[in-house]
DNA sequence: AAACTACTTGCAACTGAATTGCATTAATCG
DNA sequence: CGATTAATGCAATTCAGTTGCAAGTAGTTT
């Protein structure tokens, strides 16, 4: 994608298109996978982002609905951009931004993002002895394909 | 319950019953709530447990299989005794100490378990996209008896 | 195009959870 | 009751993430 169409992105989301924010944001709309701080800070060894910008930079994407944060096994966040959930046959992207699973691969430690599949839907659970459950997460375990 | 009671469960699994442990697990298993490093801390006012001891004494709960530890939506490490789920009607205690949902309560933060009932088993999700699934957390987000 | 201004950046210092090393102390077993 | 092995307490350290503030820059105004 051009540099246009990221700052385009950014400027929607009533953000300045700066020259570490438009990285940050082609980095992180072209990983497959959810990314660190360090991890992304890591992809740019020559040109160093400032930690602080960087942490910043995550937390404005975060608030301003482009991006969303989970937290891995470490309990360090990864951050990911919306809409760029992996579909399985037959899906639907979901309208709903924060209505995702999220699959953990033991083997790399590397978190996936997925639109919630009928499968993963248990309405009839709305109560529970008393609990009154507005919305529920899942979180899956196994291996994805690049470790199998 | 007695302090024997609790000097036996230290001794099944492993461990030597100081007294620090005893008051720990005593004070953990009476909580309906998973608690933080923190909020045990304050449980012991008067007499001072040593942060570092409180830190490995969970540790080794875990470790040894009498507790778990779950985030909570700060990243922080809450602890609860196994086997103190609360039981829904018609649910029998799970066998197996992993299965069990976590209920997070969005007014007052307190995480609570619960075994896994039959409404949140999807047993066809197996494999998606080539994504081998081993098992699946789940957390329910909603308001506790006591905030409503 | 220069000036403006509100947002963004970079640095240093800080916070808070959790860990490590090591000397001291206490629980268990013979 | 000792001996042995594990547990404790303290100081120092690590690491993720935050705060305050001065300097820089994007987007707007004239």
């Not at 160093?48 to 609905?65: H, M, P, Q, S, W």
Request: net charge negative; charged share 30%.
């Amino acid at each position: 994608m051009s540099e246009q169409f990221y700052s385009e992105i950014l400027r929607e989301h009533g953000l300045k298109a700066t020259v570490t924010r438009l990285r940050i944001l082609e980095l992180l709309s072209e990983s497959k996978v959810a990314m660190s701080h360090s991890e992304i800070s890591d992809c740019f060894d020559n040109e160093k982002i400032d930690k602080v910008t960087l942490y910043r930079t995550l937390n404005a994407f975060v608030e301003c609905g482009i991006a969303h944060k989970v937290a891995n096994e470490d309990r360090n966040w990864l951050y990911a951009i919306f809409d760029k959930d992996i579909k399985p046959n037959g899906t639907e992207g979901s309208e709903h931004k924060h209505e995702h699973a999220h699959f953990i691969c033991s083997a790399c430690d590397k978190i996936y993002c997925f639109p919630v599949v009928e499968e993963m839907k248990f309405n009839k659970l709305k109560d529970l002895m008393g609990f009154k459950i507005d919305q529920h997460e899942i979180r899956l375990h196994g291996t994805c394909p690049v470790c199998q």
